[in-house]
T-cell receptor, first 110, second 113 residues
Framework: NAGVMQNPRHLVRRRGQEARLRCSPMKGHSHVYWYRQLPEEGLKFMVYLQKENIIDESGMPKERFSAEFPKEGPSILRIQQVVRGDSAAYFC????????FGPGTRLTVL | AQSVTQPDIHITVSEGASLELRCNYSYGATPYLFWYVQSPGQGLQLLLKYFSGDTLVQGIKGFEAEFKRSQSSFNLRKPSVHWSDAAEYFCAAGGAAGNKLTFGGGTRVLVKP
């Protein structure tokens, strides 16, 4: 049983570009969570999704960030018009009752 | 507000010595509690979890943790550390199974030969 998959593992964008981060949950898991880890900090919750529904987006910045988990395919975290402060590691987790984490996507904004 | 505190930012321990990492939580009710480990450049691996029942929880890699309601703590222990235990350790709490997790700031463990 494959674990949580994330791609790309590393992503470099210039200021103003869009970043798309993908997450495929573990087989049988219908809950997906996104977290952000800034340098030298712990993980901060961003959004919790189930298939085709956003359950909790209380940690999402109000602008430029969006997330989806379609009926088919991976969950996507989209960051529009990236700024240098968006540089971070973005982790996805999936769960039934316990969250298992993917390897993360490290976003660098030049 | 829900919060998780890991008072120690760095801990250095000699190989073969015991290790204890502290974690305190502030929650409205008894939360679900977790310890994760992160090696440099990697994702988080679950070490152990507490939902209910026996307050001493056994995990992988020889780790254990004890839930103490009176102290709002969930400290992680290992009797004898190995060089491969050098990593960052995160304590996390959730309101229920499936809810979002609140993480502590992490404790970085260095292991001396």
């Amino acid at each position: 049983n494959a674990g949580v998959m994330q791609n790309p593992r590393h992503l470099v964008r210039r200021r103003g570009q869009e970043a798309r981060l993908r997450c495929s949950p573990m087989k049988g898991h219908s809950h997906v969570y996104w977290y952000r880890q800034l340098p030298e900090e712990g993980l901060k919750f961003m959004v919790y999704l189930q298939k085709e529904n956003i359950i909790d987006e209380s940690g999402m910045p109000k602008e430029r960030f969006s997330a989806e988990f379609p009926k088919e395919g991976p969950s996507i975290l989209r960051i529009q018009q990236v700024v240098r402060g968006d540089s971070a590691a973005y982790f996805c987790a999936s769960s039934v009752d316990t969250q298992y984490f993917g390897p993360g996507t490290r976003l660098t904004v030049l | 507000a829900q919060s998780v505190t890991q008072p120690d930012i760095h801990i250095t321990v000699s190989e073969g010595a015991s290790l204890e990492l502290r974690c305190n939580y502030s929650y409205g009710a008894t939360p679900y509690l977790f310890w994760y480990v992160q090696s440099p450049g990697q994702g988080l691996q679950l070490l152990l979890k507490y939902f209910s029942g026996d307050t001493l929880v056994q995990g992988i890699k020889g780790f254990e943790a004890e839930f103490k309601r009176s102290q709002s703590s969930f400290n992680l222990r290992k009797p004898s550390v190995h060089w491969s235990d050098a990593a960052e350790y995160f304590c996390a709490a959730g309101g229920a199974a499936g809810n979002k997790l609140t993480f502590g700031g992490g404790t970085r463990v260095l292991v001396k030969p």
